[in-house]
């Protein structure tokens, strides 16, 4: 087992799987054509990892594969199937917890040369794209057209099939929601190398269970996603931002539930202490808009005209006033909105180096502020530091764990901050997945829950060839 | 103290549109906001109002009614009333003209300090302050990095090609400044929304006493006959050692 572990441990049945041949790499080079094919191992390094902070998950496939049409993908994994290779689909690697990783070896399927938009349907507002479409090309290209694609997870570089598999959400899920609000349909190749398309360009579906949605999150355990058809929307009319400035956590926090309630939703409600702003502006040599108050939260908003936009802005800045901002900034032009958005994306790059973890437990929203504040308790408790920054709207405010303190001291606080997550009715991943970083908390949430999982997996792939030893342990 | 801040209303984004039929800026798309490099002159205006007491913050821009969005910008950010000059007979101004009108205008205001951007990011001349200056007959600094000293005479860092000089000069006088003056703040939400509500004062020829001749296009004698990006080109070339000799004494450097 080529895994190099810090101390986790997973079940490894190397027995259950055979090694690839010469044969079967031959066979696998007529199929994709040879430069479709990495054998060459020191070309491999990035197909061993993902942006999963810390090196515990390095691990290399023996092939890496580029497939350039479902059918070559459906023949590779049908390869795979009759000779028990295992099989890990991938997009860009941008995850955050080892879900791409090929801790077993055998193929690392890249799905990068599948990256055609096939069709816009202006009359349903729909697109169908290859599982390759980086998201920049996605956003870049319905746009041109005046139309929206609204989902953002953090790093544009990011492919749709990967975003479909992890289910991803990013800020501007508030008012739009996830991934899955905005899949209609999946092509999928299933474990033994069939084909089906799964869902529909239909709004209403009820012909069955919804199979589209098994999928949707399913990390690449159950098949590997090559096309989908995906809901965009006109292009609002107006944006702006507006940077609340708070004195304190208490107030800032406190204003998100308020706004929620109200049902005014902006696309995003961010939240940022100023101590990550500095080392952020230096990094990008921007200027974040004020340098007043301790916290400020960071509010997207969109209308279908400017009169819309200002009636949602009075009322969201009523809302901000009456939880004591000191003061509520706006921004409207194109430049200065993108230029603040890029200070704001680029906090954890900033901060990367001092990174230990950064955690996904979501909570619901209105309980934000609740667990802000006893994460600041923990931090106190452990000497740990532990940043909090994000996306408080959808009470997904990633906890940052900094190094600088007792190493001894991340396990169990880990643990503690899953535990606080799940008993105040929240989730140990909101957005970036279980993959193997966090199989540990996922056992929090219920043994039940894992053992329907099971036996969904046992049930689509015997063989348990795709992405094998994620989510959960068989 | 009175202050006069010039402002370009210009349009918004970096890419600037320009007809290909008749190679002049497309100024029709898209709203119109202050001209980056003038947000500068606001802030700097702003900060000295913050300083010192009794300072009158006036912002004044040239442009067709639809300028005015630039102004209640202005009024958002903290001066204290802003006039458009608009009149059909504007229309077509060149640099001289266009300084011809604004030095009328701020004239009949009464000022002790006109603040200007460095230029405009369509226009790119950096003719009009200076031009503004000379039509008031006043002095002028271009290119002011910072203000050391305001009071009864003003200390400025004026920026050079590869240096900063300091510049003694008399009020009342005329400065146009740079982006490393400061940084700009945004307007508050509740300000934004008072100017959008504002009455925006509009002067026409009328107000100023200006001969029609004198201004818009009958006023301007510069004619834009193209306008093109200017091409850069740069070559590398790699040369093994004796191709690098034979380069040096060709440059005559050995």
């Keep these: 087992m080529k895994l190099k572990s810090t101390g986790k441990k997973w079940e490894v049945d190397e027995m259950s799987y055979n090694k690839l041949n010469e044969n079967l790499i031959d066979r696998i080079g007529e199929i994709v054509g040879e430069e479709g094919v990495i054998r060459d191992r020191d070309k491999m390094d990035d197909f061993s990892h993902d942006e999963y902070p810390l090196l515990d998950f390095k691990s290399f496939p023996d092939i890496v594969v580029q497939p350039r049409s479902t059918e070559e993908v459906s023949q590779i994994v049908k390869l795979a199937w009759e000779n028990s290779i295992p099989i890990t689909p991938r997009g860009s690697a941008t995850g955050l917890c080892g879900g791409c990783v090929p801790i077993y070896g055998g193929i690392a399927l890249s799905l990068e040369r599948m990256d055609n938009i096939l069709e816009i349907d202006e009359d349903n507002l729909l697109v169908t794209v290859e599982a390759g479409v980086k998201l920049m090309d996605l956003f870049k290209t319905v746009e041109d057209r005046e139309l929206f694609f609204p989902p953002h997870p953090g790093d544009e570089s990011a492919m749709v099939g990967g975003a479909i598999a992890t289910n991803a959400g990013g800020s501007r899920a508030v008012k739009y929601g996830v991934m899955r609000n905005f899949v209609r349909g999946i092509e999928v190749v299933l474990p033994n190398g069939d084909v089906e398309w799964l869902g529909t360009k239909n709004v209403k579906d009820t012909s069955g269970y919804s199979l589209v949605n098994l999928f949707i999150g399913s990390e690449g355990t159950l098949g590997v996603i090559t096309k989908a058809i995906l809901k965009i929307t006109p292009q609002p009319g107006a944006t702006m931002t507006l940077v609340a400035i708070y004195e304190n956590l208490e107030d800032a926090i406190g204003t998100v539930p308020e706004i929620i309630k109200k049902g005014l939703s902006p696309i995003s409600i961010e939240f940022i202490e100023k101590e990550v702003i500095p080392p952020t502006e230096a990094l990008l040599g921007k200027k974040w808009p004020t340098s007043e108050g301790e916290v400020h939260l960071m509010l997207i908003v969109d209308a279908r005209d400017e009169d819309e936009l200002m009636q949602i802005g009075e009322e969201l800045v009523d809302i901000c006033t009456a939880n004591n901002a000191t003061d509520v900034l706006v921004a409207d032009t194109k430049e200065k909105q993108e230029e603040i958005l890029d200070i704001r994306s680029n906090i954890y790059l900033a901060l990367k180096k001092d990174v230990v973890e950064i955690l996904d437990i979501t909570v619901p929203p209105s309980r934000i502020a609740d667990f802000v504040k006893r994460v600041r308790d923990l931090s106190e408790k452990y000497k740990i530091e532990l940043l909090t920054y994000g996306h408080a709207g959808d009470g997904n405010v990633h906890v940052h764990m900094m190094k600088g303190g007792e190493e001894s001291a991340y396990s169990p606080l880990r643990r503690e901050l899953h535990e606080m997550g799940i008993e105040m009715g929240g989730v140990v991943s909101g957005e970036h997945g279980i993959g193997l970083a966090k199989k540990e908390f996922l056992k929090m949430m219920g043994e039940g829950k894992i053992e329907l999982m099971r036996r969904i997996k046992r049930a689509l792939d015997e063989k348990n060839i795709m992405n094998p030893g994620k989510i959960f342990d068989l | ?254």
């Design chain 2, 1 to 254: 103290m009175r202050i006069v801040v010039c402002i370009k209303p210009t349009p918004e984004g970096s890419e600037l549109a320009i007809s290909p039929e008749t190679g002049t800026l497309e100024r029709e798309k898209g709203d119109l906001i202050i001209n980056p490099f003038d947000l500068y002159a606001v802030e700097e205006a702003i900060k000295i109002k913050e300083k010192q007491k009794e300072v009158e913050i006036t912002g004044i821009a040239m442009a067709p009614p639809k300028g005015d969005s630039a102004l209640r910008e202005a009024l958002a950010l903290g001066c204290d009333r802003t006039i458009l000059l608009t009149d059909r007979e504007f229309a077509g101004a060149d640099t001289l003209a266009t300084s011809r009108t604004l030095a009328k205008a701020i004239d009949k205001l009464g000022f002790d300090l006109v603040i200007c951007g460095m230029k405009s990011t369509d226009g790119d001349t950096a003719q009009v302050g200076p031009g503004i200056a000379e039509f008031l007959d006043i002095s002028h600094v271009s290119w002011v990095s910072s203000i050391l000293e305001l009071g009864e005479k003003m200390v400025v860092k004026q920026m050079l090609e590869d240096c900063y000089r300091e510049v003694e000069v008399g009020l009342p006088c005329l400065i146009t400044v740079t982006k490393e003056i400061n940084d700009p703040r945004l307007p508050s939400f509740k300000n934004k929304l008072k100017a959008k509500k504002a009455e925006i004062e509009t002067w026409g020829l009328e107000n100023l006493g200006l001969n029609p001749q004198e201004c818009g296009l009958k006023g301007s004698p510069t004619r834009v006959v193209k306008t093109a990006h200017p091409s850069y080109r740069k070559e590398v070339e790699f040369v093994d050692e004796k191709g690098f000799i034979e380069e040096l004494e060709e440059w005559r450097i050995l």
